[in-house]
């Protein structure tokens, strides 16, 4: 029998489960129509980001992708000029630091292509493996050790490649070969078998359909000397990013590092301090760049921060006169108030010093700042309220960043009621890191934004394994069989689990184990299956050498209209442990609000800001903003409105007028009054830095 769910999450859920959650927008979503970089309605899930793909690729190449070699080239031009090679900050996934306990890099794929859009070698290549298994099948990309580097070859079938061969498709250092004829792209064991000629930019260029080899740099071609390591299954995906915003919450984005002054930077990375601007960069990568890779001669160039971090904002101001703020609340009574915090991006930090991990260190700031705090006890927990950070009585202003930076999730425990809080002007802001490349831009000429919001929101348990261990109910990590239970935290409807698994599979990996993940919608009494006869299938050449873990992963539709919880059990007969588990569950907001998308954006003529209502509901409407030339994007920022209710009779409404058409704000763009753009960092003269790998 499952043991009782531990009590710190057991007692907030049970306090909570009675409260409204009538208010906000659930999972709000845009997209522009800029060419290249439209937003995350674009991409938020596999499907989208596919056909996005494809038609970046026909762009570019003129070619619908239909084979997998051709998906495969999209899905690989497509990352080239989305992500970049840079280090990101590790998540504290094993409860002993951030640079400690296990395997750190950051594996699982959208919090990879969303909070970061960077990452070194190894970690992006772990990351695509679960695009590859989305767009190809299972366990049809892998990582592969090669000289200094993690490079990575995907399973092509069809035509030239038959019942389907290995072929190298790395996109860290921009690089696929095609043979001397151009009829298919070859493995790297091929191309070790003739390496001078191969990575040879100059050595029948024609065969290379306009991908040029080592396209970052011309002398990367030379990590292929060695061909050592497979890493099967190296990566994992869970949920699409999902925002849930509250009534009272602004969520706003910057394209730039610097937030509003243009000189506070927040970041969850390495500190290059490239031009003087603190945090995460790239000076070679075709992100930002994208229309110049297909068909270059002299590849992506360097130029100092052509690529940088961008920042994600939550602003929540609670309205306590109303019950409206009780939809961020898990725990409340007379003298306190406990809020939840989930984001798909990662809380950063202005670092105390300018050393490259300064992010590690104690002393960070902005990531999490109170103001209006009435005099009383506050404290945070990063592990769904099992342990405590207390700070003791606070008045007026707190920043808290050290206790939940590197992270995705907090509670936050105030010592006052809500009558005592109501008068205070309490307000919570949350800075992210996120990737420039999943945001909406606008363009020249007009843009177009496509709105949608499916009204959900996600609650985890995990990937840090004490966050996960605070909703384990049965079996315990570093064993072969665990338990993790989830609960919708004011009661609402859940519609979808996720979950995966960090497996110690062995070196090699035995292709007969099967690992199973099984869920329950009524206290474990009975079990469907999520993933069945899950295996690490072996399958082309390999090297001598294999990564001894492997990941598990999946989700489920949840048909029990009236389920609010869920059990999720994973298990294998191979006797093999699990390092970490995490579920994540998605339920529906029951947020009615309606929701505001403002725009401020620089162009020939100065500083233009514009807004736009569109009322709550599944269905996309759509926007039409008017742009003028040399067009900069600033920032993007999404805000629940309460409206109030239509005067006319609705059977009176013009029934030519489509239910999801936006109630207009500002359609047009407004100079803003002297407001200067952001100041400029200075550009001292810059040397080109050492290219490191993983």
């Known amino acids: 029998m499952p043991r009782k769910l531990i009590a710190p999450l057991g007692a907030l859920l049970s306090l909570v489960s009675a409260l409204p959650a009538c208010a906000g927008v659930g999972d709000p979503q845009v997209r522009s129509d800029h060419p290249w970089y439209p937003g995350e309605l674009a991409m938020s899930t596999f499907d989208r980001l596919f056909a996005t793909q494809a038609e970046a690729y026909r762009r570019a190449t003129g070619i619908d992708p239909k084979t997998d070699e051709q998906k495969a080239l999209a899905s690989w031009f497509w990352r080239n000029t989305h992500y970049w090679h840079g280090e990101e900050g590790a998540e504290d996934l094993w409860g002993g630091g951030f640079t400690a306990g296990g395997d750190l890099r950051t594996r699982e794929y959208w919090t990879g292509l969303f909070a970061h859009g960077f990452g070194l070698c190894g970690t992006t290549h772990s990351q695509w493996v679960a695009e590859m298994n989305a767009l190809l099948g299972h366990n049809r990309g892998r990582g592969v050790g090669v000289t200094g580097h993690n490079s990575f070859e995907v399973f092509l079938t069809g035509g030239p490649y038959g019942a389907g061969k290995w072929a190298l498709l790395d996109h860290d250092i921009s690089t696929v070969i095609f043979n001397k004829e151009g009829t298919a792209l070859l493995s790297i064991p091929e191309v070790r078998a003739n390496l001078g000629q191969m990575i040879n930019r100059s050595y029948l260029p024609q065969k290379q359909h306009g991908w040029l080899v080592a396209g970052l740099d011309a002398g990367d071609g030379g990590v292929y000397r060695s061909y050592e390591t497979a890493e099967y299954l190296a990566g994992y995906s869970g949920p699409p990013p999902t925002v849930h915003l509250r009534r009272g919450e602004t969520f706003r984005r910057y394209l730039q590092p610097g937030l509003e002054d243009g000189k506070t930077f927040v970041f969850w990375g390495r500190n290059y301090k490239t031009d003087s601007i603190p945090g995460p960069e790239r000076s070679q990568t075709w992100v930002n760049q994208p229309e110049k890779m297909h068909g270059s001669q002299r590849g992506a160039g360097y130029r100092p921060g052509q690529a940088r971090y961008a920042n994600a904002v939550y602003t929540y101001r609670p309205d306590f006169a109303t019950a409206d703020y009780k939809e961020g609340v898990v725990k409340e009574s007379a003298d306190e108030v406990t809020f939840e915090f989930y984001t798909p991006y990662i809380i950063g930090a202005t670092p105390p010093n300018d050393e490259p991990w300064g992010v590690y260190e104690r002393g960070g700031k902005n990531g999490l700042v109170l103001t209006g705090v009435p005099s009383c006890d506050v404290s945070v927990s990063v592990d769904q309220g099992k342990t405590w950070k207390e700070f003791g009585r606070i008045a007026g202003r707190a920043d808290l960043t050290d206790a939940v930076k590197g992270r995705r999730q907090y509670l936050l425990r105030l010592g006052a009621g809500p009558k005592a809080l109501a008068p205070s002007g309490l307000t919570m802001t949350t800075v992210c890191q996120a990737s420039v490349s999943t945001m909406p831009r606008l363009k020249d000429g007009g843009t177009r934004f496509t709105f949608q919001a499916s009204g959900r929101a996600v609650i985890s348990a995990g990937p840090n394994r004490d966050q996960a261990r605070a909703h384990l109910v049965d079996g315990d990590f570093g064993t072969p069989k665990v338990t993790l239970q989830l609960a919708a935290p004011r009661g609402e409807r859940a519609v979808t689990v996720y979950a995966a698994a960090h497996v110690q599979s062995g070196n090699p990996p035995a292709p007969t184990v099967k690992y199973q993940i099984e869920y329950s919608t009524d206290a474990g009494k009975s079990w469907k299956a999520m993933l069945k006869d899950w295996t690490v299938t072996r399958r082309g050449d390999e090297p001598k050498d294999f990564w001894s873990q492997s990941f598990c992963w999946g989700s489920a539709e949840l048909s029990d209209p009236k389920a609010s919880a869920v059990q999720v059990r994973f298990s294998n007969d191979g006797g093999k442990s699990y390092a970490r588990c995490e579920a994540h569950l998605v339920y529906d907001t029951g947020g009615k609000d309606s929701t505001k998308l403002t725009v401020n954006w620089m162009d020939e003529v100065g500083v233009h800001q514009a807004g736009q209502v569109f009322p ?79």
């Open 616 to 694: 709550a509901g599944a269905a996309p409407a759509t926007w039409d903003v008017p742009t003028g030339r040399t067009v900069e994007t600033r920032w993007v920022q999404f805000e629940p409105v309460k409206l109030d209710p239509p005067k006319t009779d609705p059977a009176k409404a013009d029934p030519a007028k489509p239910a999801t058409d936006p109630t207009p704000m500002k359609t047009a763009p407004t100079p803003a009054k002297p407001t200067p753009a952001r100041p400029a960092a200075p550009r001292p003269k810059t040397t080109k830095p050492v290219r490191k790998t993983r």
